[in-house]
């Protein structure tokens, strides 16, 4: 067992969630990677703070799971979005009652959390059910599935229930009133305004809010066949789509409600390193969510997040995460109330320029025309608008935004 997973470097990494204690941020969110006793027991013995379990869904029997039913998305050959056709637990209340008693034997004091959805129909007396059967089973807390991105929609479940403020409100005061246990509505990104999905499910009783799940996406088509992944004979349909890529969406969601009200918030969607858990804490989380990360690359990465956070915090003297939670979100403004006078340009730095003009064609073509070239190397003129796309590109790191 990893014996640090409460922090390193003199930092204590403890989250809390709601009233629900965790002995880091690190939180496996519901998917592939928290289906069974087994995966959940051995993410728990790497060091992993909690774990939410799989999304039941209470009239299962509306689905199969096709194979195959993952792809990813690469750029330069390695994979930066992940898309997913997996729908809920394929087992019923019963089972998954067993599989809490099981982790709760093992590991009493780490958290875990039921997910719970309706595929069709908002049927009050499924999501009561299931709201007692995993209280009773000890549940340390629910997350309400009202997000997921690629499957019945058109059954009145899923994210259906997050883009509709009412139905939201509604079936959070179901699972309020049979349960004394944290409940957190999780948002989808689908929505116009997804602080009126939060602000909604806080009216129906929900002790906080998470944000985000898989965005709806399509992988791709194999140009020889011209069929689409994941190929399920031919066919495929739309999926979830995680990863790397998400995380600014997601971070843009988690601003957008905290911005507006103050709210327990727990991140979700893109993290793949602890820099990025670290992103979201500055945002104003609670703790963090993974899903796809693990998946690829395995619970154990877990000490690299510890490790990796705990030295950040003590390279700035920090002790906690209570020192640097929500210190990024404060940097957010208006648009209209961004400086103005604010001026840079661009530098080059010619011993480091291998003339290569991709800076050159960048800002030509796509935005002030302020690069030349003059004996082979890039050359920023008085023309240039300071917009910062040059060193964005540059292959070499010779270009910086100085003020002028």
């Not at 049927?123 to 009773?136: C, P, R, S």
């Not at 991105?149 to 939201?168: L, M, Q, R, V």
């Not at 003297?317 to 403004?333: A, M, T």
Request: charged letters at 20%.
């Amino acid at each position: 067992m990893y014996k640090d997973f409460q922090g390193t470097h003199g930092v204590n990494l403890s989250a809390d969630v709601c009233g629900v204690k965790l002995p880091n941020p690190f939180i496996l969110a519901s998917g592939p990677e928290t289906d069974s006793a087994e995966k959940v027991l051995r993410a728990f013995d790497c060091g992993w703070g909690g774990a939410i379990l799989k999304t039941v869904a209470m009239d299962l029997n509306a689905h199969t799971n096709v194979t195959p039913r993952f792809n990813t998305v690469k750029v330069n050959g390695k994979p930066v979005g992940f898309t997913n056709m997996e729908v809920s637990s394929t087992h019923d209340l019963d089972w998954w009652a067993e599989v809490v008693h099981r982790i709760k034997r093992e590991f009493p004091d780490r958290p875990i959390f039921a997910s719970i959805m309706r595929t069709s129909n908002r049927n009050e007396d499924d999501w009561v059910k299931a709201a007692k059967v995993f209280t009773q089973a000890g549940v340390d807390g629910f997350e309400l599935n009202f997000s997921c991105s690629h499957a019945f929609h058109s059954a009145g479940g899923g994210a259906s229930i997050g883009k509709d403020p009412a139905a939201t409100e509604m079936i959070t005061k179901w699972v309020r009133s049979a349960t004394d246990k944290p409940v957190i509505a999780k948002l989808a990104s689908i929505t116009s305004y997804i602080w009126d999905i939060a602000a909604a499910a806080m009216r129906g009783g929900a002790d906080g809010v998470s944000a985000i799940n898989s965005v709806p996406g399509i992988s791709g088509f194999n140009l020889d066949t011209m069929e689409p992944y994941p190929n399920v004979e031919g066919f495929s349909s739309f999926t979830g789509y995680s990863g790397q890529a998400i995380k600014p969406i997601a971070l843009r969601c988690i601003g957008e409600v905290l911005t507006r009200m103050d709210v327990p918030m727990v991140g979700c969607g893109g993290m793949w390193t602890w820099q990025d858990c670290v992103e979201f804490i500055l945002m104003g989380c609670s703790a963090t969510e993974l899903c796809t990360a693990p998946m690829f690359k395995g619970f154990a990465m877990v000490e690299g997040l510890v490790e990796g956070m705990s030295k950040y915090l003590a390279d700035k003297n920090f002790s906690s995460l209570d020192d640097i939670r929500g210190v990024g979100l404060k940097r957010f403004i208006d648009h209209g109330d961004l400086p103005r006078d604010h001026k840079i340009q661009a530098h080059v730095d010619t011993e480091k320029c291998r003339g290569c003009e991709i800076c050159y064609h960048a800002c030509q073509d796509g935005t002030g025309d302020a690069i030349e070239m003059r004996d082979g190397k890039a050359f920023v003129t008085d023309r240039c608008i300071g917009c910062g796309l040059c060193p964005l590109v540059c292959p070499a790191g010779c270009i910086k935004l100085e003020h002028k």
